[in-house]
C-alpha cells in the first residue's frame, strides 16, 4: 500500500511517499522525517510566541490575554513535558491528515499506526521519557519526607498524585469528535440535539451584577485561602504557542478556532462587540498530555486528550516549595547550611522577609507606572514563589510571603533545638511541618466553612488511615469547574486597613484589577499587615442567585491597558468545554443527587423559577449546561458556601488526597505521638502573629469579629517545638 504524506514547517511544504503494508507499518525513515518536520512546527511557533511575549512585555504593551497565557506557561520539567506533548500530538496530526486524505474518511491516527510505529514516534518526541516509572529504591529517606515532586508516594504506583501527570477522570471525556476537539469547537454542531450558546452571551445572562452581598459569617481571608489551596493542588499549563502550528496564525490576531486558538466569541449584542474591532476574546487551549489522545493506550490510558496538573495531589505547601526537584531547589538559600528559603535581597517589610525576585528577560509585573500614570515611577520584578501564579494578586501574594517567613522561622527555632542538623535536615523537617500546618487548616478549618458540616460528616470522618489502592490523583473537574467556586467570593477590593482596623489613610483600599501583579504595592505600599488586615477584617463576598459574579471579574479581568479585559467566568465555562467535560446532569447523576430533566425540575433543583428559566433559555436542556455554572447556581448548603454538587465533587476530591496519602501528618509513623499533639494547636491566627507586626486578630481569622472582639497574640496557642528536639546518645 502507498500513500502520500504532507508537511508542512516553516513555510516549506514536503511530500513524502508513505509505504504501509498490511498491517499498517510505517518505515522508520518516513516517522523519523514526520517527527522532524512536526518538531519544526511545534519549535518555529514557539519561537515565534516567544519573542512576541519578550517584546510586548517590554513595551508595556501586554494585553490581558498575554498576561493570562504568560501566568499559565509551563516551566522548567513542565515545558519539557508539555513541549514532547505537542510534538507527538502534531506529529501524529500530520500522518493523521495524510492518511485519512488517502483514504476519504476522517481517521483516528491509531486505525492505520500500529502500536510497534507509536511507541517509535512517542520515543522520538520524548513522550516515552514522560511516562517512565521511577524506581523508589534509590530514593533516600522515603519514609521520612515527600520528594518535591510526590514522586513515589505510594510505593506501588509510583506516580499516583505526582506532579506532571494527567489529571484524573472521573466520568469520560465528551470531545466533541469523541478524542480531542472541545465541545462547541464547530459551533453549527448540536450537543444533545442543542446548540451550545456562547459562554460570554451565557456570562452576560447569568452573572453579571453590579451589586455585592457581604458575607453576615466569613472574612475575605477565607476566600484567599481557597485560592491558595488551589494552587496547591492544581495547575494546567497552555501550550506556550499564540500561533497556530497548521496555519501560523496568531492567536491575538484572529476569531480562528485552530489548535491551539479556542477564542471565546462576543454576541453581537454585547457592548463590547465591535470594540477595537474585536469580536472575540483570545483563549488558548490546555496543553496535552503524553499519553492521551490517540497515543494514550500506549501509557494505558484512555484514547481521548488529557490535560496536565503540574502540581503534586497532595497537601504540601507546594506553593511555598515547589513540586519539582529544579524549582525546589531555585527556592532555597544554598548559600549556607541553615536549611532556609530565599529572601529578597534589595526590600524588606519594615525589616521582615520579602520573597526573592524572579530573574526573567519579561516583566510582566512591571505595571506600576500604567496604573499609577506615573512614568518615573519605579517598577519592581514579579516575585518569586512555589507556584507560577504567586503575583496574581497582593492578598495571595501576602499568604506566599507568610509562607516564606513561617518556613524560615521554624528553620531557624528547628536549628537552636538541634545544633547538629545540617540545612537539608533542617530544610526537610521544617517542610515537613509546613505541609501538616496547611493539611491541618485545610480539613479542620477551611472545608467544614465551604462544604458544611453535612458533607464533612459523609465524606470526611475520622482518619482511618492510608489506602495504597486510591489514587489521590486531582480530578479535572475539581481543577476545571469545582474548586473554582472561589471566583464567586471575591471582593471587587483589596481591602487595606490601620492598626484600628479602619481604612488605611495612606495606602488606601484598591480595585481589584488594578492589584493584579502588582509587587511594588507591598514593597512601596505598607508590606503585609494592611493587607493581612483587610483580609481578617473584612468580609467575604456571598455567592447568591441574583448576584454572583463581580464586575472585576467579568469585565476588567487583566485590565492595565486599552484593551479588552478578561471575562473569567466565560474562560471558566470556555475553558470546561476544552477539557470536554461532560455538562451538569451527569455530574449530579455522579453524586447520586436528583437529576432534573426538564424546566420544571431544574426549578426544584434550583428553588428558583428565574434562574432555572434563564438557564433553559440558554441551554434548552440540563444536559448542556456547563457543570461550573449549574453547581454555581445551587442553593448553598447548610452551614456552607457552595451548592449541593460542587460539595460532592470538592469533598470526593480532599478524601481521595488524604487517603491516598502515606505522608499524611495523621499516618502513623508519620510523626510521634507528641509531635502531632503539638501540631494540633497550629493556627492561621498563630501565624499571621508570628510573622507580621499585627498584635490582634481574630482567634478564628475565617470568621467575622468585631474589633472589640479581637483577640491579642498572646493568648493565641503556640506550636511547641520541643517534640522535634532529637536525643544525641
Known amino acids: 500500500m502507498k500513500g502520500v504524506l504532507c508537511l508542512i514547517a516553516a513555510g516549506l511544504y514536503l511530500c513524502l511517499q508513505i509505504h504501509v503494508d498490511a498491517e499498517s507499518r510505517l518505515s522508520r525513515s518516513v516517522i523519523e522525517r514526520a517527527v522532524f518536520e512536526a518538531k519544526a512546527q511545534v519549535d518555529s511557533a514557539y519561537e515565534y510566541s516567544r519573542r512576541e511575549s519578550i517584546e510586548r512585555v517590554k513595551r508595556n504593551s501586554a494585553s490581558p490575554a498575554d498576561v493570562l497565557r504568560l501566568m499559565k506557561q509551563p516551566a522548567g520539567a513542565t515545558r519539557t513535558a508539555v513541549r514532547a506533548a505537542d510534538y507527538m500530538d502534531n506529529a501524529l496530526t500530520l500522518i493523521k491528515r495524510s492518511l485519512g486524505s488517502r483514504q476519504k474518511r476522517s481517521i483516528n491516527a491509531t486505525d492505520l499506526i500500529s502500536e510497534e510505529d507509536l511507541r517509535i514516534i512517542a520515543d522520538l518526541t520524548g513522550c516515552n521519557a514522560r511516562h517512565r516509572l521511577p524506581s523508589c529504591r534509590t530514593t533516600p529517606n522515603l519514609d521520612k519526607f515527600r520528594t518535591a515532586s510526590s514522586v513515589c508516594n505510594n510505593r506501588k504506583n509510583p506516580l499516583f498524585g505526582s506532579s506532571n501527570t494527567p489529571l484524573t477522570r472521573w466520568l469520560p471525556a465528551e470531545y466533541q469528535d469523541k478524542i480531542s476537539l472541545p465541545k462547541g469547537w464547530d459551533p453549527r454542531r448540536r450537543v444533545n440535539r442543542r446548540f451550545l450558546p456562547l459562554v460570554r452571551e451565557v456570562s452576560n445572562r447569568i452573572l453579571h451584577t453590579t451589586v455585592v452581598d457581604t458575607d453576615p459569617l466569613f472574612t475575605h481571608l477565607l476566600t484567599i485561602f ?357 455538562g451538569y446532569s451527569k455530574w449530579r447523576e455522579f453524586c447520586n443527587l436528583s437529576v432534573p430533566r426538564n424546566r420544571r425540575q431544574l426549578r426544584t433543583v434550583l428553588q428558583n423559577k428565574t434562574m432555572a428559566d434563564s438557564l433553559m433559555d440558554l441551554y434548552r436542556t440540563t444536559k448542556n449546561i456547563d457543570v461550573w455554572l449549574g453547581a454555581a447556581s445551587e442553593p448553598l448548603v447548610r452551614g456552607g458556601r457552595v451548592g449541593p454538587l460542587f460539595a460532592c465533587l470538592i469533598a470526593t476530591q480532599f478524601q481521595k488526597i488524604r487517603r491516598g496519602d502515606r505522608l499524611w501528618w495523621e499516618n502513623k509513623g508519620v510523626f510521634t505521638d507528641a509531635q502531632r499533639e503539638a501540631l494540633k494547636k497550629t493556627s492561621f491566627a498563630r501565624i499571621i502573629c508570628d510573622n507580621t507586626g499585627i498584635t490582634e486578630l481574630p482567634k478564628q481569622p475565617f470568621e467575622n469579629t468585631p474589633v472589640s472582639k479581637l483577640t491579642k497574640c498572646s493568648n493565641i496557642p503556640v506550636v511547641d517545638l520541643w517534640p522535634w528536639k532529637e536525643n544525641i546518645k
Open 226 to 582: 481557597a485560592q491558595w489551596t488551589d494552587h496547591d493542588l492544581s495547575f494546567t499549563p497552555h501550550s506556550p504557542v499564540i500561533r497556530s502550528f497548521s496555519s501560523g496564525i496568531d492567536c491575538d490576531k484572529s476569531c480562528d478556532r485552530t489548535e491551539p486558538c479556542f477564542p471565546v466569541e462576543i454576541p453581537r449584542q454585547d457592548p463590547r462587540f465591535g470594540r477595537n474591532s474585536e469580536e472575540c476574546i483570545p483563549f488558548f487551549r490546555s496543553a496535552p498530555t503524553c499519553g492521551s489522545g490517540n497515543t494514550g493506550h500506549l501509557f494505558g490510558a484512555a484514547t481521548v486528550r488529557q490535560q496536565m496538573n503540574t502540581l503534586t495531589a497532595f497537601i504540601d505547601a507546594g506553593q511555598v516549595y515547589g513540586s519539582d526537584e529544579a524549582k525546589a531547589r531555585l527556592l532555597r538559600d544554598l548559600s549556607s547550611d541553615k536549611g532556609l528559603l530565599r529572601v529578597n535581597t534589595e526590600f524588606t517589610d519594615n525589616g521582615r522577609e520579602l520573597l526573592p525576585f524572579e530573574m526573567k528577560s519579561t516583566n510582566m509585573c512591571a505595571t506600576r507606572a500604567r496604573i499609577t500614570r506615573n512614568n518615573n515611577a519605579q517598577e519592581v520584578p514579579c516575585f518569586l514563589g512555589g507556584d507560577e501564579r504567586t503575583n496574581e494578586n497582593i492578598a495571595l501574594t501576602s499568604l506566599h510571603t507568610l509562607g516564606l517567613r513561617e518556613h524560615n522561622r521554624l528553620a531557624r527555632g528547628l536549628a537552636k533545638l538541634n545544633p547538629h542538623w545540617d540545612g537539608e535536615r533542617i530544610y526537610q523537617e521544617a517542610r515537613k511541618i509546613m505541609g501538616a500546618y496547611f493539611q491541618i487548616l485545610t480539613y479542620r478549618d477551611f472545608l467544614p466553612r465551604i462544604i458544611g458540616p453535612d458533607a464533612v460528616n459523609k465524606f470526611l470522618p475520622a482518619y482511618t488511615g492510608f489506602d495504597e489502592k486510591v489514587d489521590p490523583g486531582v480530578s479535572n473537574v475539581f481543577a476545571t469547574a469545582a474548586f473554582r467556586f472561589g471566583h464567586l467570593m471575591i471582593q471587587p477590593f483589596i481591602f487595606r486597613l490601620d492598626e484600628k482596623y479602619t481604612a488605611h489613610e495612606k495606602y488606601p483600599t484598591t480595585l481589584l484589577h488594578r492589584s493584579l501583579f502588582t509587587p511594588w504595592r507591598v514593597v512601596f505600599e505598607g508590606g503585609l499587615d494592611p493587607i493581612v488586615r483587610g483580609l481578617v477584617g473584612r468580609r467575604a463576598k456571598l455567592n447568591t442567585q441574583r448576584h454572583m459574579l463581580t464586575d472585576e471579574l467579568r469585565e476588567r479581568l487583566f485590565k492595565f491597558t486599552a484593551d479588552l479585559a478578561l471575562d473569567l467566568g466565560a474562560l471558566n465555562m470556555q475553558r470546561s468545554r476544552d477539557h470536554g467535560l461532560p
